[in-house]
């Protein structure tokens, strides 16, 4: 289970957002220190980003909050920069530190190449993600 930080993963983002409407929106539980958008992987589902906020009181808030953009339910967990989530660890001992950066940490292994979505600490229930009590 990842801990509480200051640092974001948003799932199911409109396909055409920008960062500074990213940053609109989560501005209202605190400051904003950066937003990176990810790309897009598959064909299905919203996009990915991770916001980092200044505070973790306001990414606990924005946590902890129900997120809407639009028509869309947002989703977010708590990311560790330059961690590899559980679901991709061992699949290649080959990795290289460089691939070892923030750009992984929405990684899920699966048929096609990769996807973003949930980290492993989140599966769906009744349409709402929830935190999984036995890791």
């Known amino acids: 289970m990842v801990r509480e930080t200051r640092h974001l993963w948003v799932g199911n ?7 500074e409407k990213i940053i609109e929106h989560f501005k209202r539980y605190g400051r904003v220190e950066s937003v990176k958008i990810l790309p897009k992987r598959g064909s299905e589902g919203g996009v990915a ?34 961690t590899i989530p559980s679901a991709a660890r061992g699949l290649d001992d080959t990795v290289s530190i460089a691939s070892r950066s923030r750009e992984v940490s ?6 096609g190449g990769p996807a973003y979505g949930p980290p492993p600490s989140l599966h769906a229930r009744e349409g709402r993600y929830e935190r999984r009590l036995d890791g």
């Open 106 to 111: 929405g990684f899920r292994g699966g048929g």
């Open 13 to 19: 983002l409109p396909e055409n957002v920008r960062e």
């Open 49 to 82: 980003a991770f916001v980092d906020f200044v505070d973790i009181k306001s990414a606990q808030k924005a946590h902890n909050s129900v997120n809407k953009m639009g028509d869309r339910d947002l989703r977010t967990d708590y990311n560790e920069p330059g």
